[in-house]
């Protein structure tokens, strides 16, 4: 198949749907398929040529356009998420204007923001998106169940967006001497993007509380604060999280790396005793934070899903709290601390769990699902060759 994957955000710029547009596209290529990417300039890769639009608007559609007919394209596969096609409701009617099959994948349902006033607006032109394109991908259950009238669809999780090999002994030890831990210290560890949702406002209230009751709990945050997509959205949030650490008198036990190299993600996740992703929403497949987790094998405590997942097994791979809870991160901390079996329990869980979310796994359900929308379609790989 000749397959064009479309996608908002690329790197080098940071942000989760880039980076899985380009680990996907990675695998896809190596299962014996060609891919063709489009994304916003400054986007590349020394693996694969790279065409870009400076924007999303509705000029940019006839661009779009003879992209994926000069490549002769016989899938297009959207990777949607609204932040990262800069709000543009345009985005929404592809489906529509383009000749070749497509497949949206749907990394956040949630409602986006389009202009002041949009109102119903907001939906429907979700509702349009799903319901123009040839087939559906939802990253995660919740999701799927909003699609559930869609005939053509599948969940196909995300998998870590760091993938870097395990990092050595070595370099967790360094990050551990650097930040000064004693026996004693119990390192927490948060990764991903400063945003409300993620709930960080509850993990910082914890940290405090922790160490009032005489527990030397230390935190560290691992990555950038923003994205580049949307990297003045939230920035009231940030500066109140600030304010926080600040009237806690939080400075010197709490620690922001900024943005690093995967290995380093990598190894200050394996530095860390416990990684707190305390959402606001729940843990879903959709955080790609979590799935990083996940692959390295940390001792993970999150909050409840708001859709069961079979997958996460209290106790056995995770520890999941109730969500918007301080005393509930306080609680799992101290029961973490006073019971090392069960963390060593939960990291032995967890790596059996990253199975669910292997990259080749990924690519072949992704290629499956592909080849079912042309059957349902009638376009057959190769119709597309002029």
Not at 148 to 165: D, L, Q
Request: negative net charge; hydrophobic residues 40%.
């Amino acid at each position: 198949m000749k397959i064009g994957l479309i996608t908002g955000e690329f790197p080098p710029m940071p942000g989760g749907v880039g980076h899985f547009s380009r680990i996907l596209a990675e695998r896809i290529q190596a299962q014996g398929h060609s891919v063709r990417l489009l994304s916003r300039t400054g986007s590349n890769w020394d693996k694969l040529e790279i065409s870009t639009v400076p924007g999303w608007g509705l000029k940019q559609v006839p661009k779009i356009k003879t992209w994926a007919d000069e490549h002769a394209l016989d899938l297009i596969n959207l990777q949607f998420q609204t932040a990262a096609f800069d709000m543009s409701p345009w985005i929404h009617f592809l489906p529509s204007l383009l000749d070749q099959p497509i497949v949206t994948t749907f990394h956040d349902l949630r409602h986006p923001y389009l202009f002041p006033g949009a109102g119903r607006l907001r939906d429907w032109v979700v509702t349009h998106l799903a319901g123009s394109a040839d087939g559906l991908i939802a990253t995660n259950p919740e999701d799927e169940q909003k699609l559930a009238g869609a005939p053509m669809r599948s969940v196909i999780p995300i998998g870590s967006n760091i993938i870097s090999a395990a990092a050595s002994a070595e370099s967790a030890a360094r990050w551990c001497e650097e930040l000064s831990l004693s026996d004693s210290t119990t390192l927490i560890g948060h990764f991903g993007f400063v945003q409300a949702i993620k709930g960080i406002d509850f993990l910082v209230d914890a940290l405090a509380e922790l160490r009032r009751s005489g527990h030397d709990a230390r935190l560290l945050f691992i990555g950038g604060q923003r994205n580049a997509v949307d990297a003045g959205a939230g920035e009231s949030y940030r500066e109140s999280l600030e304010d926080r650490i600040r009237g806690y008198g939080l400075g010197d036990v709490l620690r922001w790396t900024g943005f690093l190299p995967e290995a380093e993600v990598a190894a200050c996740l394996q530095a860390v005793d416990i990684v707190i992703l305390p959402y606001l929403d729940g843990a879903s497949y959709r955080r790609g934070s979590l799935m990083a987790a996940i692959n390295y094998g940390c001792a993970i405590v999150t909050t409840q899903p708001t859709v069961a997942h079979e997958t996460f097994i209290h106790g056995e791979n995770i520890w999941l709290i109730e969500r918007q809870s301080v005393a509930a991160i306080g609680d799992a901390v101290i029961h973490l601390i006073q019971n090392p079996q069960t963390a060593n329990h939960l990291r032995a869980g967890a790596r059996q769990l990253r199975r669910r979310f292997d990259w080749d796994v990924i690519a072949r359900d992704t290629l499956a699902f592909y080849e079912e929308v042309l059957r349902g379609t009638g376009y057959h790989a190769g119709q597309g060759d002029h």
